[in-house]
């Protein structure tokens, strides 16, 4: 039977509250709705812009070179955070494309585990569904403590770097994460109706802090030769091979800042035209963000051949901050890091608001433990408020192992990477087997056409090696220091996770629910 034409399995209760903001509706978002039988209970405040904004600044490609290239830096240089990048785009690119055509047939806030529902065989229809929410959900609330603790160091980094006599101390970082979250809540609930109007100027800094950074620091800084920067593998990660080296120093570092476009994807409730407006966001943002990223890519490493020695081993904690005082001394350091963090500080904005809508959307198709109480919305703030105090306690609560090893958290920020690209990866995977079986798939406004099936094939390859890659350790001998402890964390959270399902999310979980029959079209029923 075609996934197409089942009726999902579960019939919400006739208490369900009417859906109060569909006149916000275009026609396009009617029938997406009613075709997937659905509730329009968010009010539709962005549009192309808007969301497109919000998604740009989310990824902060360009910002997160800086901050997230020490791995790469250790395992070939700039060699591998040139061509790693290069291969990490075009991935992007494809798997973006793949999950904009799901989006465009289903807009719905489910996203991964909504298509997975739609795509898989009738008899794994529900565990790889809720499997695949599981992870997904993972992987935001890991990226929304990401952004957090990124944001929050680098503070840190600026305090050791103007001042010699500050006594670092990790329950600082723990503090700041706090502080950030706490701005990020506050956005996120009771200034949420000026989240989406905010989001263009945030886009305008975006795009307008990239030359503000580039400029100085092209100008200022000693360079390396294009010898040492295109064609000079350093291994300094300990591996007996330079290609696992580069493949390590790829996943850890090149992926990381080109991850998060399936953004648009949980917030469709709320996008006007969504079936039009999701897929075409999930590609405009990997191309803007790739151009600019790239250019950064290649300034940094340029800028930071002269001194790589010295800015792996700075104090600061961040390499980027040690080529910023070479270039710029300490005033200038102190402005283009500021800047920096303003911009992580933003992008929590969209993890949050993203990590919110999926947990809000699973948890509305009973996914999760306590579903019920987290799947309301308040009425007057028209908001998933419970789903966001929930995913604001929790990288509160991730913070704390910042206290006892820094080690451990970065396990935790890898998290985002395989939580994320496993999530991408199975619809991707149910999609392409439909294609080449020449089952009948309903395409939305947007889709690949003939091409499909090679892009969908290619994504999956990309994802594959980037999520086997990402538990590596980024350094040989390991150490309870260098150990990638994401593995574990990891696996201990999809144990938990198979636990509850076996005992009573099985009962309870059986796909995405019908929250009003009669608006599901005949075709669907």
Known sequence: MDPEKQAPATIAAETTPPPIHAAQNTPLDTTAMASLGKLQQLPRNFSFWTILGLTASMMCTWEAVFFANSTAMLNGGPVTLIYGFLLAWVGALATAASLGEMGSIWPTSGGQYHWTAQLAPPGQKAFLSWFCGWIATLGWIANTAAGAFFAATMIQGILVQNNPDYGYQRWHGTLLIWAVMLIVFLVNSVGTKLLSIAEGFILVLHLSAFLAVLVPLLYFSPKGSARDVFATFTNNGGWSSDGLSWFIGFSLSANLPLIGYDGPAHLAEEIRNASTVVPWCMICTVLLNGVLGFAIVVAFSFCIVPTIEDALTSPTGYDFIEVFYNAMGTAGTAGMTAVLIILMWCATFGFLATASRQT??????????????????????????????????????????????????????????????????????LIMIKKIKGEHISYGPWSMGRYGVLVNGFSAVFLTISVFFSFFPPAIPVTPVTMNWSIAVFGGFVILGLIWYAVLGRRQYHGPIVERPSLVTDERK
């Open 360 to 429: 809000w959307a699973f948890a509305r198709d009973q996914g999760l433990p306590f579903s019920t109480y987290f799947a309301q919305v308040n009425e007057r703030l028209a908001l998933p408020l419970r789903a966001i105090v929930l995913c604001s306690i929790i990288p509160c609560l991730i913070g704390l192992i910042n206290i006892g090893s820094t080690a451990a958290f970065n396990a935790i920020v890898s998290l985002t990477e395989a939580g994320l690209y496993i999530s991408y990866l199975i619809p991707i995977i």
